[in-house]
């Protein structure tokens, strides 16, 4: 069996003195993995990813991200987060940077690139995610479909071995949401290894290896999708599927 | 029956204003009666001031350099006092026959702000021409070299005082205020209890109460024989003061920036000051061009306090000018609108100068594009 690519190990994490957000967390994530995290709103999804690049620190436990655990050592954090790549549900693109700038940025000051190489690779990013004529262009002038591309061409610049996605298509228009999955689905062809937070049902069926389910805190049952979907064994998960399918 | 299809109504330009400068007048101004009374009423007695004010300053104002034509009953305004004492208002107690070396300096200087302040010299070497300039600028007024003679800096004066202290506690305050602002959010307890602390320090006391520590406070402080010119210390009092209010400022743009710009700069592998420096600041400080300029403005003349501690510039200069001569002394009203122009041309170019920072800063935040 290959190492797990991430790798937490009774991991806790509490906001504040009283609030338990993660649980006795015990997951493993083999390269290439395509995980699908979902479960009602407050129940620890986003903090779980968060933990996996140090954007929230952990206070019980042990989290593994490439062989390397995650500490308070700024060069471990550095490290990783060169290999984490992640995208928000509000793009958090930077308004003041065009299109071209924004893939720019990290690869000019962070990988010491020339700017002329730096270009000719976020170009190759946009073209991906099909988005190269807009290059010029500043964020709020791109509908929010657009804006989540950018953003995920953006953290493809840095040739991440993970992807994190938190919530990509909730702040989206209807209409907006489907350009946005197309373009996840071809990265998931791709074998980064990818975990998405989503509500997306039809997402995880078509593109995940695994779905995860958590409710205040804790992982309550990871299956396959298709068991998961069609047989959810805890009767929160049953519960929580009916809401949402249910209509 | 087929399904009705869909018809796209072509977009059109938007319809031509019509309210015109005659409807305007009509709505605003004469709305109802009462308005319109309130308009003849105050239009009225605005005409007349204008027509009062306009007569005594040009129409019945006597423009020679003669105290005695303007002491002639029905006479209005007497620019004389300017062209006879202009020099010294403009320089203070400078050597008068050096006064070429002040001259040249403040010129010099106005280059290098106007310079400065345009996008197509925004480069590294902009740096250079200030150390550049102001070497150039701090030999002419204090001389010591190249055969000029030397003025100690208590004979400074005038104009180009005012725009030495202005443009350099600027200069530096701003720096200071941006580290100010960015310690006063530090995750470190020490530096943000500091600037906390600088910042209500100084915000407590007067602008008044700092120019008199810094120049009769501070030398009880000093070993003897230890002197820092009070021209310098006077500098730093105002840059300090500046620098305060600045950070304030800077710091409520700092509070707009949403924490997701900040972690998605962390995602991407920049360091803390790469964050601050190409995300962050960027986008606090363009919200803050307005609160800044007006910062600025209110600095540029709050130099005029530094009179108090007997260093002369514009305003202390024409106080001086008048003060020393009994037959121009009435003539305070016209030397203060003299200098209030000078004043006035200066604020108004900041602040017009501040509009256009606002709309080079801003262009990411237009939703439309823009076609050059």
Redesign the interface.
Known sequence: MTQPIIQFDKLNKWYGDSFHVLRDIDLSVAPGERIVICGPSGSGKSTLIRCINRLETHQEGRLFVDGVELTDDARVIDDVRKKVGMVFQQFNLFPHLTVLENLTLSPIWVGKMPKEEAEEKAMIQLARVRIAEQAGKYPLQLSGGQQQRVAIARALCLKPKIMLFDEPTSALDPEMIKEVLDVMIELAAEGITMLCVTHEMGFAKAVADRVIFMDQGQIVEQNNPHDFFSHPKNERSQDFLSKILGH | MTAPTFQPIAPRPAPRRTEGLLAWLRINLFGDWITGLMTVVLGGALLYLMTQFISWAIFRASWHPNFEACRVDGVGACWGVIAEKYRLILFGRYPFDAQWRPMLATVLMLGLLVVSCTRAFWHAWLGLLWAVVLTVFFALMYGNVLGLARVETDRWGGLPLTLLLATLSMAMAFPIAVLVALGRRSQLPAIRTFCALYVELIRGVPLISVLFMASFMFPLFMPEGFTVDVLIRVLLGITLFAAAYMAEVISGGLQAI?Q??I?????????YW?TQR??VL??AL?LVVPSLMNNFISTFKDTSLVTIVSLYELTGALSLALNSDANWRPFMLEGYLFIALIYFMFCFAMSRYSLWVEQQ?N???????ETP
């Open positions: 949403p997701g710009q972690e998605a700069a962390a995602t991407l592998g920049l360091s790469q190409q995300v960027p986008q363009a800063f262009r990411g935040r237009k939703r439309s594009i």
